[in-house]
Protein backbone atom coordinates (compact mmCIF):
# COMPACT_ATOMS: atom_id res chain seq x y z
CA UNK A 1 0.00 0.00 0.00
CA UNK A 2 1.44 2.98 -0.71
CA UNK A 3 1.37 6.57 1.24
CA UNK A 4 2.72 9.89 0.92
CA UNK A 5 5.41 11.09 3.73
CA UNK A 6 5.29 14.99 4.41
CA UNK A 7 7.33 17.01 6.51
CA UNK A 8 5.59 20.26 7.16
CA UNK A 9 6.18 23.58 8.25
CA UNK A 10 7.96 25.00 4.92
CA UNK A 11 6.54 27.69 3.02
CA UNK A 12 6.05 27.07 -1.05
CA UNK A 13 7.21 29.05 -3.83
CA UNK A 14 6.89 28.60 -7.49
CA UNK A 15 5.21 27.69 -10.58
CA UNK A 16 2.65 24.83 -10.82
CA UNK A 17 1.00 23.49 -14.38
CA UNK A 18 -2.95 22.53 -13.57
CA UNK A 19 -3.65 19.35 -16.09
CA UNK A 20 -7.12 19.32 -17.89
CA UNK A 21 -10.17 18.68 -15.76
CA UNK A 22 -11.11 15.48 -14.55
CA UNK A 23 -14.99 16.60 -14.71
CA UNK A 24 -14.32 17.87 -17.82
CA UNK A 25 -12.68 14.88 -19.40
CA UNK A 26 -14.89 12.15 -18.00
CA UNK A 27 -18.07 13.34 -19.69
CA UNK A 28 -16.44 14.32 -23.11
CA UNK A 29 -14.82 10.94 -23.53
CA UNK A 30 -18.36 10.02 -23.33
CA UNK A 31 -19.51 11.99 -26.26
CA UNK A 32 -17.53 9.78 -28.66
CA UNK A 33 -20.00 7.38 -28.38
CA UNK A 34 -22.50 9.77 -30.03
CA UNK A 35 -20.73 9.76 -33.61
CA UNK A 36 -19.11 7.00 -35.79
CA UNK A 37 -16.69 9.31 -37.02
CA UNK A 38 -13.18 9.55 -35.31
CA UNK A 39 -12.60 12.49 -32.60
CA UNK A 40 -9.41 14.02 -31.02
CA UNK A 41 -9.20 15.11 -27.34
CA UNK A 42 -6.62 17.12 -26.05
CA UNK A 43 -4.99 18.01 -22.47
CA UNK A 44 -6.46 14.69 -20.96
CA UNK A 45 -5.26 14.02 -16.74
CA UNK A 46 -3.10 11.29 -16.52
CA UNK A 47 -5.44 10.21 -13.84
CA UNK A 48 -7.22 7.22 -12.61
CA UNK A 49 -10.71 7.90 -13.37
CA UNK A 50 -9.56 8.95 -16.98
CA UNK A 51 -7.81 5.55 -16.92
CA UNK A 52 -11.16 3.58 -15.49
CA UNK A 53 -13.05 5.48 -18.40
CA UNK A 54 -10.99 4.89 -21.29
CA UNK A 55 -11.12 1.17 -20.46
CA UNK A 56 -14.59 1.18 -20.00
CA UNK A 57 -15.19 2.88 -23.51
CA UNK A 58 -12.31 -0.20 -24.73
CA UNK A 59 -15.31 -2.75 -23.09
CA UNK A 60 -17.92 -1.03 -25.52
CA UNK A 61 -15.72 -1.54 -28.15
CA UNK A 62 -14.52 2.03 -28.79
CA UNK A 63 -11.02 2.15 -30.84
CA UNK A 64 -8.60 4.32 -28.84
CA UNK A 65 -4.94 4.97 -29.02
CA UNK A 66 -2.78 8.01 -28.08
CA UNK A 67 -1.17 9.85 -30.81
CA UNK A 68 1.95 11.49 -31.01
CA UNK A 69 1.24 14.50 -28.75
CA UNK A 70 -0.55 12.29 -26.05
CA UNK A 71 -3.60 13.75 -27.31
CA UNK A 72 -6.71 10.62 -27.63
CA UNK A 73 -8.33 9.47 -30.66
CA UNK A 74 -11.19 7.70 -30.02
CA UNK A 75 -13.51 5.92 -32.50
CA UNK A 76 -17.00 4.13 -31.73
CA UNK A 77 -17.59 3.06 -35.04
CA UNK A 78 -17.34 -0.47 -34.11
CA UNK A 79 -19.26 -0.44 -30.84
CA UNK A 80 -20.05 -4.26 -29.76
CA UNK A 81 -21.26 -4.24 -26.13
CA UNK A 82 -24.01 -2.04 -24.91
CA UNK A 83 -23.01 -2.59 -20.96
CA UNK A 84 -20.70 -0.53 -18.54
CA UNK A 85 -19.96 -3.48 -15.86
CA UNK A 86 -20.53 -3.25 -12.15
CA UNK A 87 -16.65 -4.04 -11.34
CA UNK A 88 -15.97 -0.86 -13.35
CA UNK A 89 -19.16 1.24 -12.35
CA UNK A 90 -18.40 0.39 -8.81
CA UNK A 91 -14.80 2.15 -9.12
CA UNK A 92 -15.93 5.47 -10.70
CA UNK A 93 -19.55 6.33 -10.46
CA UNK A 94 -18.93 8.76 -13.58
CA UNK A 95 -19.32 5.48 -15.53
CA UNK A 96 -22.80 6.51 -15.79
CA UNK A 97 -22.29 9.14 -18.44
CA UNK A 98 -22.17 6.24 -20.96
CA UNK A 99 -26.02 6.09 -20.17
CA UNK A 100 -27.04 8.85 -22.15
CA UNK A 101 -25.21 8.62 -25.51
CA UNK A 102 -25.90 4.94 -25.80
CA UNK A 103 -29.48 4.93 -25.58
CA UNK A 104 -29.56 8.04 -27.93
CA UNK A 105 -27.23 6.19 -30.25
CA UNK A 106 -27.88 2.65 -29.99
CA UNK A 107 -31.51 2.76 -28.43
CA UNK A 108 -30.39 0.84 -25.38
CA UNK A 109 -27.98 -0.04 -22.59
CA UNK A 110 -27.45 -1.82 -19.69
CA UNK A 111 -25.17 0.21 -17.21
CA UNK A 112 -24.22 -1.15 -13.34
CA UNK A 113 -26.12 1.17 -10.91
CA UNK A 114 -23.29 2.76 -9.19
CA UNK A 115 -22.75 2.29 -5.67
CA UNK A 116 -22.89 5.00 -2.99
CA UNK A 117 -19.52 6.72 -2.17
CA UNK A 118 -17.90 7.35 0.92
CA UNK A 119 -19.37 10.93 0.22
CA UNK A 120 -22.60 10.04 0.26
CA UNK A 121 -25.53 7.71 -1.38
CA UNK A 122 -25.20 9.77 -4.54
CA UNK A 123 -28.40 8.45 -6.33
CA UNK A 124 -29.05 8.62 -10.04
CA UNK A 125 -33.10 9.16 -9.90
CA UNK A 126 -32.71 12.42 -11.81
CA UNK A 127 -30.73 10.81 -14.77
CA UNK A 128 -33.36 7.81 -14.91
CA UNK A 129 -36.58 10.93 -14.64
CA UNK A 130 -34.65 12.43 -17.58
CA UNK A 131 -34.60 9.41 -20.08
CA UNK A 132 -38.27 8.56 -19.12
CA UNK A 133 -39.13 11.82 -20.11
CA UNK A 134 -37.78 11.44 -23.28
CA UNK A 135 -39.48 7.92 -23.79
CA UNK A 136 -37.33 5.55 -22.37
CA UNK A 137 -37.99 2.41 -20.83
CA UNK A 138 -36.24 2.02 -17.58
CA UNK A 139 -35.80 -1.25 -15.47
CA UNK A 140 -33.43 -2.17 -12.41
CA UNK A 141 -32.34 -5.84 -12.75
CA UNK A 142 -30.20 -7.49 -10.35
CA UNK A 143 -28.03 -4.16 -9.78
CA UNK A 144 -28.09 -3.11 -13.50
CA UNK A 145 -29.99 -0.08 -15.26
CA UNK A 146 -31.66 -1.78 -18.15
CA UNK A 147 -32.61 1.75 -20.72
CA UNK A 148 -33.97 1.22 -23.85
CA UNK A 149 -35.87 3.35 -26.46
CA UNK A 150 -36.61 3.04 -30.42
CA UNK A 151 -35.93 6.57 -30.39
CA UNK A 152 -35.61 9.10 -27.79
CA UNK A 153 -37.99 12.24 -28.55
CA UNK A 154 -37.46 15.98 -26.81
CA UNK A 155 -38.75 16.33 -24.12
CA UNK A 156 -39.28 19.63 -21.09
CA UNK A 157 -36.93 18.43 -17.99
CA UNK A 158 -37.12 20.33 -14.47
CA UNK A 159 -34.39 18.83 -12.42
CA UNK A 160 -35.68 18.48 -8.81
CA UNK A 161 -32.21 18.89 -7.51
CA UNK A 162 -29.05 20.78 -9.55
CA UNK A 163 -26.94 17.81 -10.99
CA UNK A 164 -23.82 18.15 -12.86
CA UNK A 165 -23.52 14.67 -14.12
CA UNK A 166 -27.50 14.64 -14.47
CA UNK A 167 -27.40 17.63 -16.77
CA UNK A 168 -24.50 16.16 -18.72
CA UNK A 169 -26.19 12.40 -18.87
CA UNK A 170 -29.22 14.34 -20.61
CA UNK A 171 -27.63 17.10 -22.61
CA UNK A 172 -25.78 13.95 -24.05
CA UNK A 173 -29.00 12.00 -24.55
CA UNK A 174 -30.85 14.98 -26.28
CA UNK A 175 -28.34 16.08 -28.94
CA UNK A 176 -29.43 12.77 -30.85
CA UNK A 177 -33.25 12.95 -29.77
CA UNK A 178 -36.13 14.07 -32.25
CA UNK A 179 -37.22 17.23 -31.11
CA UNK A 180 -36.50 19.84 -28.44
CA UNK A 181 -35.17 18.85 -25.08
CA UNK A 182 -35.43 21.95 -22.38
CA UNK A 183 -33.43 21.32 -18.86
CA UNK A 184 -34.80 23.24 -16.26
CA UNK A 185 -32.29 23.57 -12.84
CA UNK A 186 -29.62 22.71 -14.67
CA UNK A 187 -26.41 22.97 -13.23
CA UNK A 188 -24.28 25.83 -14.69
CA UNK A 189 -20.53 24.17 -13.53
CA UNK A 190 -17.89 25.38 -16.71
CA UNK A 191 -16.96 21.37 -17.52
CA UNK A 192 -21.29 21.66 -18.47
CA UNK A 193 -20.07 24.41 -20.52
CA UNK A 194 -17.04 22.67 -22.21
CA UNK A 195 -18.52 19.71 -22.98
CA UNK A 196 -21.70 21.55 -24.64
CA UNK A 197 -18.74 23.23 -27.20
CA UNK A 198 -17.66 20.01 -27.90
CA UNK A 199 -21.01 18.75 -28.89
CA UNK A 200 -21.58 22.16 -30.48
CA UNK A 201 -18.34 21.08 -32.56
CA UNK A 202 -20.05 17.68 -33.52
CA UNK A 203 -22.95 19.65 -34.71
CA UNK A 204 -25.37 19.62 -32.10
CA UNK A 205 -27.72 22.31 -31.47
CA UNK A 206 -27.36 23.46 -27.91
CA UNK A 207 -27.98 26.71 -26.53
CA UNK A 208 -27.94 28.20 -22.81
CA UNK A 209 -25.23 25.79 -21.57
CA UNK A 210 -23.49 27.26 -18.52
CA UNK A 211 -27.32 28.45 -17.40
CA UNK A 212 -29.66 26.87 -15.43
CA UNK A 213 -32.47 26.63 -18.36
CA UNK A 214 -30.13 24.42 -21.58
CA UNK A 215 -32.33 23.95 -24.87
CA UNK A 216 -31.05 21.30 -27.21
CA UNK A 217 -32.76 20.68 -30.70
CA UNK A 218 -31.88 16.87 -31.82
CA UNK A 219 -30.50 16.37 -35.29
CA UNK A 220 -29.81 12.96 -37.19
CA UNK A 221 -26.39 12.36 -36.63
CA UNK A 222 -23.11 13.92 -34.96
CA UNK A 223 -19.57 14.22 -36.84
CA UNK A 224 -16.47 13.90 -35.46
CA UNK A 225 -14.67 16.70 -33.08
CA UNK A 226 -11.19 17.92 -31.82
CA UNK A 227 -11.22 19.66 -28.13
CA UNK A 228 -8.78 20.72 -25.65
CA UNK A 229 -10.24 20.17 -22.50
CA UNK A 230 -10.57 22.96 -19.84
CA UNK A 231 -8.08 23.55 -17.10
CA UNK A 232 -8.75 21.76 -13.80
CA UNK A 233 -10.15 24.81 -11.16
CA UNK A 234 -10.39 22.27 -8.44
CA UNK A 235 -6.69 20.91 -9.09
CA UNK A 236 -5.90 25.21 -9.59
CA UNK A 237 -7.82 25.88 -5.97
CA UNK A 238 -6.16 23.15 -4.43
CA UNK A 239 -2.46 24.85 -4.87
CA UNK A 240 -3.80 28.03 -4.06
CA UNK A 241 -5.20 26.46 -0.63
CA UNK A 242 -1.95 24.99 0.11
CA UNK A 243 -0.08 27.82 -0.74
CA UNK A 244 -2.13 30.20 1.46
CA UNK A 245 -2.10 27.92 4.47
CA UNK A 246 1.78 27.66 4.61
CA UNK A 247 2.17 30.69 3.20
CA UNK A 248 4.61 31.58 0.07
CA UNK A 249 3.80 32.67 -3.68
CA UNK A 250 2.50 30.43 -6.50
CA UNK A 251 2.14 31.58 -9.93
CA UNK A 252 -0.76 29.33 -12.08
CA UNK A 253 -0.78 29.73 -15.94
CA UNK A 254 -3.91 29.73 -18.01
CA UNK A 255 -6.78 29.80 -15.67
CA UNK A 256 -9.87 31.84 -16.40
CA UNK A 257 -10.20 34.43 -13.33
CA UNK A 258 -14.27 34.01 -13.57
CA UNK A 259 -14.32 30.40 -13.41
CA UNK A 260 -12.36 30.51 -9.87
CA UNK A 261 -13.74 33.37 -8.72
CA UNK A 262 -15.62 32.03 -5.61
CA UNK A 263 -12.24 30.52 -4.63
CA UNK A 264 -9.92 33.53 -5.14
CA UNK A 265 -12.61 35.84 -3.50
CA UNK A 266 -12.65 33.93 0.00
CA UNK A 267 -8.49 33.54 -0.38
CA UNK A 268 -8.26 37.22 -1.11
CA UNK A 269 -11.05 38.08 2.03
CA UNK A 270 -8.50 35.96 4.41
CA UNK A 271 -5.55 38.05 3.51
CA UNK A 272 -3.96 36.28 0.32
CA UNK A 273 -3.01 39.14 -2.47
CA UNK A 274 -4.23 38.04 -5.81
CA UNK A 275 -2.94 39.30 -8.65
CA UNK A 276 -4.39 38.21 -12.49
CA UNK A 277 -2.77 39.24 -15.23
CA UNK A 278 -4.26 37.56 -18.99
CA UNK A 279 -4.80 34.23 -17.52
CA UNK A 280 -1.67 34.09 -15.35
CA UNK A 281 -2.40 34.14 -11.79
CA UNK A 282 -0.08 35.24 -8.78
CA UNK A 283 -0.77 34.44 -5.07
CA UNK A 284 1.07 35.91 -2.27
CA UNK A 285 0.34 34.82 1.23
CA UNK A 286 2.96 36.46 3.80
CA UNK A 287 1.21 36.67 7.14
CA UNK A 288 -1.12 33.98 9.13
CA UNK A 289 -4.48 34.30 7.11
CA UNK A 290 -7.99 35.40 9.11
CA UNK A 291 -10.72 32.72 9.08
CA UNK A 292 -12.68 31.62 6.10
CA UNK A 293 -16.32 31.11 6.13
CA UNK A 294 -17.50 28.50 3.82
CA UNK A 295 -20.89 27.33 2.51
CA UNK A 296 -20.81 24.84 -0.32
CA UNK A 297 -23.57 25.59 -3.52
CA UNK A 298 -23.92 24.51 -6.68
CA UNK A 299 -21.94 26.48 -9.14
CA UNK A 300 -21.11 29.74 -9.29
CA UNK A 301 -21.35 29.15 -4.99
CA UNK A 302 -18.41 27.61 -3.19
CA UNK A 303 -17.26 24.22 -4.87
CA UNK A 304 -18.21 21.32 -2.68
CA UNK A 305 -14.82 19.75 -4.46
CA UNK A 306 -12.96 22.49 -2.46
CA UNK A 307 -14.51 22.38 0.88
CA UNK A 308 -12.09 19.75 2.58
CA UNK A 309 -8.68 21.52 1.39
CA UNK A 310 -10.50 25.20 2.93
CA UNK A 311 -11.30 23.26 6.15
CA UNK A 312 -7.43 22.15 6.47
CA UNK A 313 -6.62 26.31 5.53
CA UNK A 314 -8.84 27.12 8.19
CA UNK A 315 -7.45 24.54 10.84
CA UNK A 316 -4.70 27.66 11.52
CA UNK A 317 -6.49 30.11 10.95
CA UNK A 318 -6.11 33.55 13.59
CA UNK A 319 -10.09 32.40 14.63
CA UNK A 320 -12.82 30.43 14.04
CA UNK A 321 -14.28 29.50 11.30
CA UNK A 322 -17.73 27.64 10.13
CA UNK A 323 -18.16 25.95 6.98
CA UNK A 324 -21.68 24.53 5.84
CA UNK A 325 -21.57 21.47 3.57
CA UNK A 326 -24.97 21.26 1.54
CA UNK A 327 -24.40 19.56 -1.33
CA UNK A 328 -23.53 15.81 0.24
CA UNK A 329 -24.68 14.36 3.19
CA UNK A 330 -21.23 12.56 4.65
CA UNK A 331 -18.65 15.14 2.80
CA UNK A 332 -16.85 15.93 6.39
CA UNK A 333 -14.77 12.47 6.93
CA UNK A 334 -11.56 14.40 6.80
CA UNK A 335 -12.31 16.15 10.35
CA UNK A 336 -11.36 13.09 12.39
CA UNK A 337 -8.26 12.55 10.43
CA UNK A 338 -7.74 16.42 10.74
CA UNK A 339 -8.18 16.37 14.46
CA UNK A 340 -5.73 13.71 14.65
CA UNK A 341 -3.21 16.25 13.71
CA UNK A 342 -4.52 18.49 16.65
CA UNK A 343 -7.38 20.49 14.55
CA UNK A 344 -10.12 21.72 16.56
CA UNK A 345 -13.27 21.08 14.92
CA UNK A 346 -16.71 20.32 16.16
CA UNK A 347 -19.35 19.44 13.64
CA UNK A 348 -23.28 19.50 14.00
CA UNK A 349 -24.96 17.81 11.33
CA UNK A 350 -23.42 19.20 8.21
CA UNK A 351 -21.79 22.33 9.72
CA UNK A 352 -18.38 22.16 11.40
CA UNK A 353 -16.94 24.99 13.31
CA UNK A 354 -13.18 25.04 13.31
CA UNK A 355 -10.95 26.79 15.81
CA UNK A 356 -7.82 28.30 14.59
CA UNK A 357 -5.01 26.96 16.09
CA UNK A 358 -1.48 28.29 16.56
CA UNK A 359 0.05 24.76 15.94
CA UNK A 360 -0.51 20.92 14.09
CA UNK A 361 1.63 18.03 14.80
CA UNK A 362 2.44 15.50 12.16
CA UNK A 363 0.78 11.99 12.58
CA UNK A 364 -0.39 9.05 10.78
CA UNK A 365 -3.63 9.92 8.84
CA UNK A 366 -6.33 7.99 6.49
CA UNK A 367 -7.54 9.44 3.15
CA UNK A 368 -10.94 8.47 2.98
CA UNK A 369 -12.22 10.23 -0.54
CA UNK A 370 -10.32 12.14 -3.08
CA UNK A 371 -11.12 15.51 -1.90
CA UNK A 372 -10.55 14.62 1.80
CA UNK A 373 -6.99 13.35 0.63
CA UNK A 374 -6.01 16.52 -0.77
CA UNK A 375 -6.97 18.32 2.54
CA UNK A 376 -5.20 15.90 4.58
CA UNK A 377 -2.24 16.84 2.68
CA UNK A 378 -2.46 20.80 3.10
CA UNK A 379 -3.07 19.72 6.75
CA UNK A 380 0.65 17.67 6.74
CA UNK A 381 2.18 20.62 4.94
CA UNK A 382 1.15 22.84 7.74
CA UNK A 383 2.05 20.31 10.55
CA UNK A 384 5.12 20.26 12.17
CA UNK A 385 6.94 17.49 11.82
CA UNK A 386 6.00 14.22 9.68
CA UNK A 387 2.77 13.43 8.72
CA UNK A 388 2.05 10.22 6.64
CA UNK A 389 -1.01 10.02 4.39
CA UNK A 390 -2.17 6.23 3.56
CA UNK A 391 -5.07 5.14 1.22
CA UNK A 392 -3.92 7.84 -1.35
CA UNK A 393 -5.43 5.35 -4.40
CA UNK A 394 -8.59 8.49 -3.73
CA UNK A 395 -5.81 11.05 -4.48
CA UNK A 396 -4.70 9.44 -7.69
CA UNK A 397 -8.04 9.17 -9.02
CA UNK A 398 -8.18 13.06 -9.18
CA UNK A 399 -4.63 14.60 -9.28
CA UNK A 400 -1.51 14.15 -11.59
CA UNK A 401 1.74 13.19 -10.13
CA UNK A 402 0.78 16.39 -6.87
CA UNK A 403 4.12 15.04 -5.07
CA UNK A 404 5.90 15.95 -8.05
CA UNK A 405 3.83 19.11 -8.63
CA UNK A 406 4.24 19.62 -4.73
CA UNK A 407 7.47 18.55 -4.59
CA UNK A 408 8.44 21.53 -7.51
CA UNK A 409 6.82 24.54 -4.79
CA UNK A 410 9.68 23.17 -2.38
CA UNK A 411 7.73 20.80 -0.29
CA UNK A 412 9.10 17.93 1.22
CA UNK A 413 6.89 15.15 0.32
CA UNK A 414 7.89 11.73 -0.81
CA UNK A 415 5.76 8.56 -2.25
CA UNK A 416 6.76 5.31 0.09
CA UNK A 417 5.44 1.73 -0.72
CA UNK A 418 5.03 -0.19 2.78
C1 LIG B 1 -20.15 15.86 -9.89
O1 LIG B 1 -20.65 14.69 -9.27
C2 LIG B 1 -18.65 15.78 -9.75
N1 LIG B 1 -18.14 14.59 -10.43
C3 LIG B 1 -18.28 15.74 -8.27
O2 LIG B 1 -16.86 15.74 -8.18
C4 LIG B 1 -18.82 16.99 -7.59
O3 LIG B 1 -18.55 16.93 -6.21
C5 LIG B 1 -20.34 17.07 -7.82
O4 LIG B 1 -20.63 17.04 -9.23
C6 LIG B 1 -20.93 18.35 -7.24
O5 LIG B 1 -20.31 19.46 -7.83
C7 LIG B 1 -18.04 14.61 -11.78
O6 LIG B 1 -18.38 15.59 -12.44
C8 LIG B 1 -17.50 13.38 -12.43
P1 LIG B 1 -24.34 15.79 -8.49
P2 LIG B 1 -22.20 14.28 -9.48
O7 LIG B 1 -25.18 14.89 -9.32
O8 LIG B 1 -22.68 14.74 -10.78
C9 LIG B 1 -27.77 14.48 -5.51
C10 LIG B 1 -14.79 15.03 -7.43
O9 LIG B 1 -14.28 15.10 -6.31
N2 LIG B 1 -28.33 13.75 -6.66
O10 LIG B 1 -24.17 17.20 -8.92
O11 LIG B 1 -22.32 12.84 -9.12
C11 LIG B 1 -26.44 13.93 -5.04
O12 LIG B 1 -26.62 12.87 -4.14
C12 LIG B 1 -16.23 14.61 -7.56
O13 LIG B 1 -14.22 15.31 -8.51
C13 LIG B 1 -29.56 13.10 -6.52
O14 LIG B 1 -30.16 13.11 -5.44
O15 LIG B 1 -22.89 15.15 -8.35
C14 LIG B 1 -25.80 15.13 -4.40
O16 LIG B 1 -26.28 15.25 -3.08
C15 LIG B 1 -16.82 14.23 -6.22
N3 LIG B 1 -30.09 12.44 -7.59
C16 LIG B 1 -26.31 16.31 -5.24
O17 LIG B 1 -27.45 15.81 -5.94
C17 LIG B 1 -29.45 12.40 -8.80
O18 LIG B 1 -30.00 11.80 -9.75
C18 LIG B 1 -25.31 16.83 -6.28
O19 LIG B 1 -24.84 15.71 -6.98
C19 LIG B 1 -28.21 13.07 -8.93
C20 LIG B 1 -27.67 13.74 -7.86
Do not use: W
Request: aromatic fraction near 4%; charge should be negative.
Amino acid sequence: MEKLLIQGGVKLFGEVNVSGAKNAALPILCASLLTSETVRIDNLPHLHDVTTMLTLLGHIGVDVELDEKMGVLLCAKNVSCLQAPYDLVRTMRASVLVLGPLVARFGKAKVSLPGGCAIGQRPVDQHIKGLEAMGARVEIDQGYLCVSAEQLVGAEIVFDLVTVTGTENLMLAATLADGVTTLRNAAMEPEVLDLAKCLTAMGAKITGAGTETIRIEGVQSLNGFDHAVMFDRIEAGTYMAAVAATGGELLIKGVDANIINSITTKLAGAGAVIKHEGDDLLLTVSRRLSPIDIKTAPYPGFPTDMQAQFMALDTMADGTSTISETIFENRFMHVQELKRLGAKIQTQGNIAIIQGVSSLAGAEVMATDLRASAGLIIAGLIASGETAVGRIYHLDRGYERIEEKFGRLGAKIKRVTN
